[in-house]
């Protein structure tokens, strides 16, 4: 299918194109003070004379006062023909910038033509305009000035737009200045995924493949992004609803029950009411929450995703871990509060070294700053402690989690813990139990002590590790975690005739960024790049003279000089790579006729080796017959 086919089938019939250049007059905040001081210095004499007549009432003491008048910038703007020698400085930046936006503004109404969006156009009062377009193109400042109150601007009307709508409009954000830092941030503030979310810096509009680009991928999606949207939106309705039903649960509980509750059941436990209730009503909410239809009916549009390739990956802002940290621990604001209990410990807790160097070897951790401690005990004895002598620990070990070490499954091991800026995983040695008394365990966790709780696991999570400590047959089943991630960074070379290995200059960069995918049941690995840097590396790449190139490797380097590979390269990447990462291995691409899966076997095409670090490559000799060299550097922020 042509981009203007898939466009249409995505059903993206109307677009708006939403910048301050659309605006007819310029604002206060746009004009320069200094320009300001020089105009008002000017207005004498016959100048004078004629400001008052454009304006009547013109007072040039009153400075302050007009700067800020909106009429009266209307009215020197208006005039701006007889009083030229007075505003042409005042108007300056403002008339240039209007004249650069305008030729930006000029190329995308073309390219929209081309592909049959209809579309209209608005400055910097556009909400009613997008309320029922599918596609919204827009400047990140809505102003000359290029100011956060510009920016706020656009965020705010994009926020009302997107509230207002209950299938959000794709929008592709646009800029002079580039947008790889801040687009991810405007996303997030305005709600939406990124599949329905791109950026472009005004610049390189004019190549018009790049718009065509993008717009193409948002259609591509559409579907699919509208079902994720649809979700999201039913998710926060339900859980509002949720809250409200669980908050009517909650008011049918007067001072009278607490009293019951307080001297029946909470005396002889010894814990407090107010952990006790937000227990309770942490399950009732939950609760409230399964039985809501729209959020069930929205998880079930889910499923109708589709298996096509996904699009294109954008790096910046991927962290699954983070996820992983949300349902595997308690909350801290949670854990620190006082619940009552006789013991400074609680079911599930995790007790690291407070010192992240020289640890004591008085100490539970025997002078080992990475040795860490489960808390196994039941929590009611923890509470009570009157019959509890000591609490069971179940020791364990942390270990780096970097893209280059294995990933743990999930027996015996807890899959992220953070220390400092840090993070780790956990594997658990079930041959050292230990145990702890009640003093020492305060002694531990004194301000000035060796021990600090580092996490909490949540009930589940507690529970299935100290089942699989007990070896106890029914073990309790774990939520399948999300895939882990790695931001990566990856240089791309070619080696030449002369026994060369030239790295590509990719723009300003010397490497590719994107995201590696583990899958830790089948031990093999997926490289996603970064979209952002596909039109910079397609260049590079088609500006090789294969004449330069090592004969043995041209026909790799040609293959992906091809178009369909150069996409192909940046929406499947790499696939099937096998994990731990060895330290060389073919790098192929899947045939564009094929869907992404997980068999190994399909037919891929072959560009070249990914070499695990520099310290990977082979002689040079062999390196003349590898195609592409891409090599592993780093993890990146």
Wanted: aromatic share 6%.
């Amino acid at each position: 299918m042509t981009d203007k086919e898939i466009i249409a089938a995505a059903g993206i019939k109307s677009a708006l194109i939403v910048d301050d250049g659309y605006d007819l007059v310029p604002r206060a905040s746009e004009l320069a003070d200094v320009d300001w001081d020089i105009f008002f210095d000017d207005a004498i004499g016959d100048a004078l004379e004629r400001l008052e007549a454009v304006f009547p009432g013109f007072d040039p003491d009153e400075r302050a006062d007009l700067r800020g008048d909106d009429a009266f910038i209307q009215a020197l703007w208006e005039h701006r023909g007889v009083l030229d020698d007075l505003v042409r400085d005042l108007f300056a930046d403002y008339v240039a910038k209007s004249l650069r936006d305008i030729k930006a503004l000029g190329e995308i109404e073309e390219i929209l033509t081309d592909l049959g969006i209809a579309f209209t156009k608005a400055g910097r009062d556009f909400v009613k305009a997008a309320e029922q377009v599918d596609l919204i193109i827009i400047d990140l400042f809505l102003g000359a000035a290029q100011s956060d109150e510009d920016r706020q601007t656009t965020v705010a009307g994009l926020k009302k737009v997107i509230d207002g709508r209950d299938a959000p409009p794709a929008v592709v954000l646009m800029s002079q200045i580039s947008l790889t830092e801040e687009a991810p941030g405007l996303r997030d503030e305005v709600e939406l995924h990124a599949s329905g979310f791109r950026s472009i810096q005004k610049k390189v509009i004019k190549k018009g493949a790049r718009m065509r680009r993008i717009i193409a991928t948002l259609a591509t999606h559409r579907e699919d992004s509208l079902l994720l949207a649809e979700f999201t939106n039913k998710w926060k309705t339900g859980a509002s609803d949720a809250v409200e039903r669980a908050g009517r649960e909650l008011r049918r509980i007067d001072i009278d029950d607490l009293h019951h509750i307080k001297s029946l059941l909470l005396s002889a436990e010894g814990l407090l009411p107010s952990s006790y209730m937000v227990s309770v009503l942490d399950r009732v909410l939950q609760y409230e929450i399964e039985a809501d239809k729209e959020i069930l009916s929205g998880a079930e549009a889910l499923d109708k995703i589709s298996d096509k390739p996904a699009p294109l990956t954008i790096a910046k802002g991927k962290d699954s871990f983070r996820l992983i940290e949300r349902t595997v621990f308690a909350n801290p604001e949670r854990r620190k509060r006082d619940n009552g209990s006789v013991w400074p410990l609680t079911f599930g807790d995790i007790l690291m070294s407070r010192l992240q160097g020289s640890v004591s070897k008085a100490s539970i951790f025997k002078g080992d700053p990475n040795r860490v401690f489960f808390v196994a005990s039941p929590e009611c004895d923890l509470l009570r402690g009157k019959n509890l002598h000591a609490a069971l620990l179940i020791g364990g070990t942390l270990e780096p989690l970097a893209m280059t070490e294995p990933l743990f499954g999930e027996d015996k091991t807890t899959p992220i813990i953070t220390r400092g800026k840090k993070r780790y995983q956990i594997r658990w040695d079930f041959g050292f139990p230990a145990t702890i008394t009640l003093q020492r365990a305060k002694n531990h966790l004194a301000s000035d002590g060796s021990a600090k709780i580092a996490e909490t696991l949540r009930d589940v999570s507690a529970l299935n590790l100290r089942q699989q400590y007990l070896d106890h047959i029914g073990r309790v089943g774990m939520m399948a975690l999300p895939p882990r991630t790695f931001n990566i960074t990856v240089q791309c070379a070619y080696p030449t005739k002369n026994g060369d290995l030239v790295v590509i200059k990719i723009g300003s960069k010397s490497d590719l960024t994107g995201v590696m995918h583990i899958d830790q049941r089948t031990k093999t690995a997926r490289i996603a790049f970064d979209q952002t840097q596909e039109d910079d590396f397609a260049d590079a790449i088609l500006g090789i003279d294969l004449g330069d190139v090592a004969t043995n490797s041209r026909s790799e380097i040609e293959a992906l000089q091809q178009q369909t590979q150069l996409q192909q390269l940046f929406r499947t990447g790499f696939q099937n790579l096998k994990y731990p990462l060895k330290p060389s291995q073919a790098a192929q691409l899947i045939a564009p006729s094929r869907s992404v899966g997980n068999d190994a076997s399909q037919k891929n095409k072959p560009i070249g080796k990914l070499f695990d670090g520099e310290s990977s490559h082979p002689s040079a000799s062999v390196l003349q017959n590898s195609g592409f060299a891409f090599t592993l550097l780093s993890e990146h922020d």
